[in-house]
């Protein structure tokens, strides 16, 4: 049995010597190989850093509204020169695409060794005007409390933005042998006087059992590439994760009381929701300690921690 330096698995020496329709071995044919066959399009990494935050108040004995934020990077080179982008860069022949995200992170927003899931990945034709670029991008839920967020590399500035999402226009219409359905999001970043919009369609067609869904951005103001789609689609996932799983604790401190962890998932759903049906839909995913809050102006609330073994109860 042999180890070949091309398949990272046990083979035997009759496998190594097969030949393929040209009279090829594997070795042969790796040795003849030319590269340049095929035009190689570029590979790129994009961040999407969620958090939810505290709004500014001037009332203390209220408890803090919240919003959820995005943090992006203000681009210092062409294209797009001045216009707001997620955190991303190319992927070198030597990293992984996990490595390339991470590298890029920490180069341009002063991040490092954070987790992140990958969320899809993105290969339209002329997505990118310097050239053929196919994009993996990543997301992450954060405490921004504990993150030193500064700006470098190709970046001018980074900063985190309010997100507002909003459905505002629904269409369907009846097909042969099924439908289609389409919506409008209007998208809006906010970071003090700056203000970036961008509308995106979705259409969703249904033929038989397949289902297709495209999206398409209508118009965007100050969102380079075709990061607005990408953002779309981030609060969209990001919303369906929160129902299912525990993603949401990431953004609290050890200790918490339930109406904070509430205000959490409203911002993040976009909706508001009975306390009590939320209570009895976490109670599995929190621990009550002994401690309440001390806070000045505010009643005294039972405090609770994570449950990590929730999903064996």
Not at 232 to 247: D, G, P, S, W
Not at 286 to 303: F, W
Request: proline share 3%.
């Amino acid at each position: 049995m042999l180890l070949t330096k091309y398949r990272y698995q046990v083979i035997s020496v009759t496998e190594i010597f097969k030949r393929d329709r040209n009279g090829l071995t594997e070795q042969e044919f790796m040795q003849r190989y030319d590269v340049s066959m095929y035009e190689r399009p570029s590979v790129t990494v994009d961040m999407l850093i969620f958090t939810v935050f505290d709004k500014e108040q001037d009332n203390y004995r209220k408890l803090p509204e919240k919003s959820m934020q995005l943090l992006l990077i203000k681009r210092g080179e062409h294209p797009y020169l001045g216009e707001w982008a997620l955190p991303g860069g190319f992927v070198s022949v030597h990293e992984s695409i996990e490595e390339a995200a991470q590298r890029e992170l920490k180069s341009e927003t002063n991040i490092e060794n954070l987790y992140m899931e990958q969320l899809f990945t993105w290969g339209d034709v002329g997505r990118d005007p310097r050239t053929r670029v196919i994009s993996s991008s990543y997301m992450a839920l954060v405490d921004r409390t504990s993150l030193d967020v500064r700006a470098g590399d190709d970046a001018e500035d980074a900063r985190w933005f309010e997100v507002s999402y909003q459905v505002f226009q629904e269409k369907k219409t009846m097909l042969a042998e099924g439908y289609e359905f389409e919506r409008l999001i209007k998208i809006t970043l906010k970071h003090k006087a700056e203000v970036l919009t961008t509308t995106v369609k979705i259409a969703t067609m249904i033929t038989g059992r397949t289902r297709r869904i495209s999206r398409e951005i209508i118009g965007s103001q100050g969102i380079a590439f075709d990061h607005a789609k990408i953002i779309e689609y981030a609060v969209e996932r990001l919303r369906n994760k929160i129902e299912y799983t525990h993603i949401a604790f990431h953004l609290m401190p050890q200790l918490f009381t339930l109406s904070e962890l509430q205000q959490v998932y409203e911002v993040i759903l976009g909706k508001e929701l009975l306390a009590a049906a939320f209570r009895r839909k976490i109670a599995p995913m929190v621990i009550e300690t002994n401690q309440y809050t001390k806070d000045a102006g505010h009643r005294p609330s039972k405090l609770y921690r994570f449950n990590p073994s929730w999903e064996n109860t």
